[in-house]
């Protein structure tokens, strides 16, 4: 913490210092100023928000916690979110807030009320620590856990038994489990009128649950370009802001003894602006939503005091906000994508909005009106798809083809007929009347799943590209901010870095060998350039090699005998893969690991080699994986080049630490893990 506030009185200093020197000293010294207070609030963030996280699986035991969140899963099941957790195992670490799963008949126990947020609950269930990226450059849930206070994840082993109904104390608590509480009703009531996928989509469009969408129906709206829907984000916060702001404007206007004395278009605003943040809370939060809402507030609050907004300012102002209550989120997809796409827009349509309204006069009447409007819903679409596809590329290595024709069928879809029915259905929520909103409001949400569903099943709808390195990410958005800001002629310069840094992607190369962290998943590079998994590991980690260095080969691992290219020869101790005249020996025999590493340039161990296979140029043990966490190998002319995910995450407090085992007093065996059990905690 000392460094952090250190660096931003260094910085400030020299701030005051520059103030008076030359604008390109003064325009320095702000930006090293910004940069110092950015990590100066990071770090207390990080340090704010430490809390115990258990060190490795802790087998069977029975934990109390007050539940915090429920969310709805697919399969019938639930995921809870518990609060001021404890357990009866004195060798396992109490984490402040863990996370579970139940199964369908679990989520509470037979005969008794099911599980409220705000009920202190027992239940007997296995935890472990939040996982570690699956490899370099991965997904880091060790980190998300981190600011949200996550210490263990696991799978509820018995039904969930209420002991204490009400239990959460204090204002904070409170505020949480009452936004909470109102999420999982609504959801709940949804889900009772609208079942299925027609439900969850619309519980995902009004409370930002999206837990209970089916895989099939999550992985289509992925492949058409329209997951940004089911995200509450600038297009539902700004509809359903415009909505109550229009329509308390106009249906006070229809008194002219209240309208011809009163401001009523300061009183919707101010109505707006309370809708907007209760809407917000409602959805959890998200980044989206958080810059949606400050860009809104700040517009209507401008109404209220009779001020203009301008609209980059107002992007500035949203980023700073969310920036210094949230630093963490900066190098997520969502405040990246959101930021990306509205910048993009605001800078498009500060050149357009004039043309359009010089064609607009130009062409007056009905047939005008709808082209534009088409124009503007395509244009719209390909300005944001552009400025977010760099970095879902970066974050998810995937491109949705052909989502501008599925955006201008579900974007109007949604802003005429679903939001309004939306804003209907919150009306007459307190009325218990919700269902005379629910149904045509599930007309329209069938609509966009139809659609979704009929993109996807285009050819290649979503295509996997290769890796985005992260300097060319930072290329881009340099680029990309020079592009946006500037509106004379050299703005377009910053075109230049931003094509160097999508060529990049050409000149990727995933990794040729991979290794998890405990030795059990490898895969191997194959002579057509696929990906060849032996199978081990689990489906995160499967899904993630291939999708970050896939393809996938459509061959399996070699038991005792070799691969199609020849390259791969396994046997009873281990296997050899033979390329470009090096040999790399997988070693897993433990009992004779010289023979199996015999004459091998480098070596990859699942268990210990405690000092044989001596003569490799490269070696990774048992050991190494444990202190260092999945390997990921990159063979080249020049030699070997290697990355662990503990030297790609840094010494930060939630990144790869070994833990040596300690000796416990004896504790009551654990039952056998049935499968399913093992899968539930893979699946988290």
Not at 30 to 56: D, H, K, M, Y
Not at 406 to 418: E, H, K
Not at 491 to 498: E, F, T
Not at 505 to 524: E, H, I, K, N
Request: aromatic residues 8%.
């Amino acid at each position: 913490m000392l460094w952090g506030a250190g660096g931003v009185l260094a910085a400030a200093a020299g701030w005051l210092w520059s103030r008076r020197r030359s604008l390109p000293l003064l325009l320095a010294a702000s930006c090293l100023l910004a940069v110092a207070v950015g990590f100066a609030v990071t770090q207390a963030r990080s340090l704010r928000l430490a809390a115990p996280v258990i060190e490795r699986n802790s087998g069977a035991l029975m934990l109390e916690g007050v539940v915090v969140e429920v969310e709805a899963l697919p399969d019938g099941g639930s995921r809870l979110t518990l609060d001021r957790v404890a357990h009866d195992r004195d060798d396992v670490i109490v984490p402040l807030k863990a996370r579970i799963k139940a199964k369908p008949g679990r989520s509470s126990a037979p005969g008794l009320p099911p599980v409220n947020v705000g009920d202190r609950v027992r239940v007997r269930a296995m935890l472990m620590p939040p996982p570690q990226p699956a490899m370099p450059g991965a997904f880091d849930f060790a980190r998300f856990a981190w600011f949200r206070q996550f210490g263990a994840i696991g799978s509820a082993l018995g039904p969930v038994t209420v002991i204490e109904p009400g239990a959460a104390s204090g204002w904070r608590a409170d505020l949480t489990v009452t936004v909470n509480e109102i999420r999982h009703a609504i959801t709940t009531r949804i889900l009772a009128v609208l079942p299925g996928d027609r439900g969850a989509v619309t519980a995902a469009l009004t409370t930002g649950d999206q837990m209970p969408i089916s895989a099939p129906m999550m992985q289509a709206y992925r492949d058409s370009g329209l997951a940004h829907i089911l995200s509450i984000s600038g297009l539902h916060i700004t509809m359903a802001a415009g909505l109550v702001f229009v329509g308390l404007r106009t249906l006070l206007a229809l008194f002219p003894a209240i309208a011809l004395r009163y401001p009523i278009k300061k009183w919707a605003a101010a109505l707006a602006i309370a809708f907007a943040g209760f809407y917000t809370l409602l959805a959890g939060s998200p980044v989206p939503a958080q810059r949606s809402f400050f860009m809104t507030g700040l517009v209507l609050l401008a109404v209220l005091l009779d001020r203009m907004a301008l609209s980059m300012r107002l992007v500035a102002w949203a980023a700073v906000a969310i920036l210094l209550w949230q630093p963490d989120e900066m190098i997520g997809p969502s405040f990246q994508m959101s930021f990306a796409a509205v910048v993009a827009m605001i800078a498009a349509y500060e050149t357009l909005t004039p043309r359009q309204g010089a064609w607009r006069a130009a062409h007056p009447g009905l047939l005008p009106a709808i082209g534009l409007y088409i124009f503007g819903v395509v244009v719209s679409t390909l300005i944001a798809g552009f400025a977010t596809a760099v970095y879902g590329i970066f974050h998810f290595n995937r491109f949705a083809v052909w989502s501008v024709a599925a955006n201008m069928i579900a974007v109007p879809l949604t802003g005429f007929w679903v939001m309004p029915w939306a804003l209907v259905m919150f009306l007459l929520l307190p009325f218990g009347l919700e269902a005379l909103a629910l149904v045509p409001m599930g007309w329209g949400v069938e609509g966009v799943n139809l659609v979704a569903v009929w993109v996807a099943s285009w050819p290649n709808s979503a295509v996997t590209l290769p890796i985005l390195p992260l300097w060319a990410m930072v290329v881009f958005t340099l680029g990309g901010c020079w592009l946006c800001l500037w509106r004379r002629r050299w703005r377009w310069w910053g075109a230049v870095p931003m094509a160097a840094a999508l060529a990049s992607m050409a000149f990727a190369r995933p990794p040729d060998l991979l290794v998890d962290g405990r030795g059990d998943g490898m895969a191997v590079r194959t002579s057509e350039g696929a990906l060849l998994l032996n199978g081990k590991g689990g489906r995160i980690l499967k899904d993630t090699w291939n999708r970050r260095a896939g393809p996938e080969a459509p061959e399996r691992w070699p038991r005792k005998s070799s691969s199609r290219d020849g390259r791969l020869r396994c046997d009873e101790t281990g296997c050899l893969w033979r390329v470009d005249g090096r040999v790399v020996a997988l070693v897993k025999d433990e009992d004779n690991p010289e023979k199996a590493c015999a004459g091998a340039d480098i070596v990859l161990s699942s268990v210990p080699l405690r000092g044989t296979c001596r003569g490799a140029r490269v070696l990774v043990d048992r050991f190494d994986l444990w202190r260092r966490g999945p390997h990921a190998l990159w063979l080249g002319p020049d030699g070997v080049r290697m990355e662990s995910v503990a030297g790609w995450q840094g010494d930060r407090p939630w990144a790869w630490h070994p833990h040596p085992r300690k000796k416990a007093r004896p504790s009551p065996a654990a039952p056998p893990r049935e499968p399913e059990e093992r899968k539930d905690e893979e699946e988290d």
